[in-house]
T-cell receptor, first 111, second 113 residues
């Protein structure tokens, strides 16, 4: 099956700086890549996703990039705020199959 | 809309006891999933149901059974609980399997002593 690796496992940034989280996947057939944010004690929530026919997608301060050749995708958060502090999970999916999640990145934004 | 509703929110079991975790969604989603979340290991798929009437094993199915009761409900059963099953369990649903993002339930924190 698919194997998704996520780095770094922890990340601390100063408020206002940018944060980047990277994931790699193993199965070139994967074609859907969502990102989830999980605040402490809460459920994971979808924040952005990208499909394999698109190289980049933006939603306000959040962007995701996909490099199909290298089989990696990244989450970029600009102008970070304390409320961005959470655990972020990437995932990969092959259409018609289940999701495979990375192990998570704990992001801390220092005021 | 309630989204995905899981019950119970917390449960303590003794080793060998059985229990069923309930999950229901009101979004007319076709696919439903059960994940467990353990520290440092992310989310691991236990079982999923791509559509009503079908169920399939995920990455860590041993010790669990599931029932897709109807399109709305997908239950997870632990027949004989073990301490290794101490975890946070999340139910999720999506419009179609692997094509759209999940909506997660609020989770069940299960402790087996």
């Amino acid at each position: 099956g698919e194997n998704v690796e996520q780095h770094p496992s922890t990340l601390s940034v100063q408020e206002g700086d940018s944060a980047v989280i990277k994931c790699t996947y193993s199965d070139s057939a994967s074609n859907y890549f969502p990102w989830y944010k999980q605040e402490l004690g809460k459920r994971p929530q979808l924040i952005i996703d990208i499909r394999s026919n698109v190289g980049e997608k933006k939603d306000q301060r959040i962007a995701v990039t996909l490099n199909k050749t290298a089989k990696h995708f990244s989450l970029h958060i600009t102008e970070t705020q304390p409320e961005d502090s959470a655990v972020y999970f990437c995932a990969a999916s092959i259409t018609g199959n289940q999701f495979y999640f990375g192990t998570g990145t704990s992001l801390t934004v220092i005021p | 809309n309630a989204g995905v509703t899981q019950t119970p929110k917390f449960q303590v079991l003794k080793t060998g006891q059985s229990m069923t975790l309930q999950c229901a969604q009101d979004m007319n989603h076709n696919s439903m999933y059960w994940y467990r979340q353990d520290p440092g290991m992310g989310l691991r798929l236990i079982y999923y149901s791509a559509s009503e009437g079908t169920t399939d094993k995920g990455e860590v199915p041993n010790g669990y059974n599931v029932s897709r009761l109807n399109k709305r409900e997908f239950s997870l059963r632990l027949e004989s609980a073990a301490p290794s099953q101490t975890s946070v369990y999340f139910c999720a649903s999506s419009l179609d399997s692997g094509v759209y993002g999940y909506t997660f339930g609020s989770g069940t924190r299960l402790t087996v002593v």
